[in-house]
């Protein structure tokens, strides 16, 4: 079987059309579209140029979306050359220098197996950089729990449209649809905070020499279980306005949501604090520091202060006090039992005596070792009291 001779095919289009507002609000439709972001409260890493999320690479807080009504989960994000520069404004075509493309999969879906979202990356210098590739960039998180929908432009517009692929399963060649969605705001981040990223993918060996003014990412590679990007030699094209009408549409996400509540901590890695004076003992543990995203310093330091706001690791008037109560509860009780045993000694000695020789030879025989017994435990106590306290 192979895909329908007409209709999109390919994995990405390629589109020579002249994208303008007024052509995108002339192929608006409402948003069915529904994201559930996973939360991590670790740096992101890369296998090769996978980024360790979704349940290709980590089972933890992974991503969900819905649309028209079916529900899928994120098999893997990576990211690639641009994919898509050809649906950006004229005036970001150019600046196009990578593209994150996260996948997902439904295994209910009828017809649409695939969704592919796709964020296209410019080389655009701004105040507020993607939290994600900077926790990459920097080796450490930004003060709180990160997701992938850090990596959503500030504009939530987006187009989309349905192509058809192959997908080789058994030896068997079948036509799969997938659901392609590109945010055409562009995320801004510069080409040398970029290639900073593309480093840290250290299986993927950089070109040399580099081109100028390139992020050097890598090309786009195999998509999901043997889906195959290219049905023909040459990439599906878009050369008309009438075409684009046809099979793109547009959109606006109207919200997203985290599946995980913020902790409030985070784990960075050790080598994010080169110059930073630690306590290792107290501080790290397997190379990482756990940090408190409120205050920002490590959750040890934030543990200690509370212990000794609540009189934790100093003397207080109330310690003292129970001090005193135990040595003078102590002195009492040794009072209490030298009467009972003054009171059995009358009882069972025959001789009426008043001095009593029985209770005063065994008086004589133990106050030495009753009374160092004493003052060692008194003196064992207050050392051991002292030193739990400083």
């Given at each position: 079987?192979?895909?329908?001779a007409?209709?999109?095919k390919?994995?990405?289009?390629q589109n020579?059309?002249t994208?303008?507002?007024?052509l995108?609000?002339s192929?608006?439709?409402?948003s ?9 409260g670790t740096?992101?890493?890369f ?6 999320e979704?349940?290709y690479?980590?089972?933890d ?5 819905r649309?028209?009504g079916?529900?899928?989960?994120l098999?893997f ?7 898509h ?5 004229a ?7 990578g ?8 295994a209910?879906?009828?017809t649409?197996?695939f ?39 500030s504009?939530k ?29 562009g995320?801004?981040y510069?080409?040398?905070?970029l290639?900073?990223v ?5 299986s993927?060996?950089?070109p040399s020499?580099?081109p ?6 890598p090309?786009?590679g ?6 195959v ?8 094209l ?10 793109i ?6 919200s ?7 902790s ?7 080598n ?6 630690l306590?290792p ?7 990482k ?12 330091q ?11 690791g100093k003397?207080?008037?109330g ?9 003078l509860?102590?002195a009492a009780?040794?009072?209490?039992l030298?009467?009972f045993a003054?009171?059995f ?7 009426t ?6 209770l ?9 070792m ?16 002292f030193?739990?306290?400083?």
């Amino acid at each position: 079987m192979s895909c329908p001779a007409t209709g999109l095919k390919d994995f990405p289009i390629q589109n020579t059309v002249t994208v303008t507002e007024t052509l995108n609000q002339s192929v608006l439709e409402t948003s069915q579209l529904e994201f559930q972001w996973g939360k991590r409260g670790t740096v992101p890493q890369f296998q090769t140029n996978y980024l360790t999320e979704g349940i290709y690479n980590s089972g933890d807080q992974t991503t969900t979306l819905r649309i028209r009504g079916n529900s899928y989960t994120l098999k893997f994000c990576k990211l690639s050359e641009p994919l898509h520069s050809g649906f950006l404004t004229a005036a970001d075509k150019t600046l196009a220098i990578g593209e994150v493309l996260m996948v997902f999969e439904s295994a209910a879906a009828l017809t649409e197996t695939f969704v592919f979202v796709c964020i296209p990356i410019v080389n655009k210098t701004t105040t507020t950089p993607s939290p994600y590739l900077e926790s990459i960039r920097l080796d450490r998180l930004p003060g709180r729990p990160i997701g992938l929908d850090d990596l959503l432009p500030s504009s939530k517009n987006y187009i989309s449209y349905t192509t058809c692929l192959h997908q080789v399963t058994q030896g068997k060649t079948n036509p799969i649809q997938a659901n392609v969605l590109v945010f055409t705001g562009g995320l801004p981040y510069t080409t040398a905070n970029l290639l900073s990223v593309r480093r840290k993918m250290n299986s993927l060996p950089l070109p040399s020499p580099l081109p100028p003014n390139s992020a050097a990412m890598p090309p786009l590679g195999p998509l999901a279980e043997g889906l195959v990007a290219k049905t023909n030699q040459t990439l599906f094209l878009l050369t008309s306005e009438n075409d684009y009408r046809q099979y793109i549409r547009f959109s606006t996400l109207a919200s997203s949501s985290s599946k995980s509540e913020d902790s409030g901590r985070r784990v960075d890695s050790t080598n994010a604090y080169k110059c930073v004076p630690l306590k290792p003992d107290i501080n790290v543990k397997d190379n990482k520091i756990i940090i408190d995203t409120d205050k920002g310093v490590p959750l040890s330091q934030i543990l200690e202060e509370k212990a000794e706001d609540q009189g934790l690791g100093k003397i207080t008037p109330g310690m003292v006090e129970r001090m005193i109560a135990i040595v003078l509860g102590s002195a009492a009780g040794i009072f209490i039992l030298s009467v009972f045993a003054y009171i059995f000694s009358r009882v069972t000695s025959d001789n009426t005596d008043a001095n009593f020789p029985w209770l005063v030879n065994k008086t004589k025989d133990l106050l030495p070792m009753v009374f160092v017994s004493i003052v060692v435990g008194i003196i064992g106590f207050l050392i051991g009291f002292f030193t739990s306290t400083t």
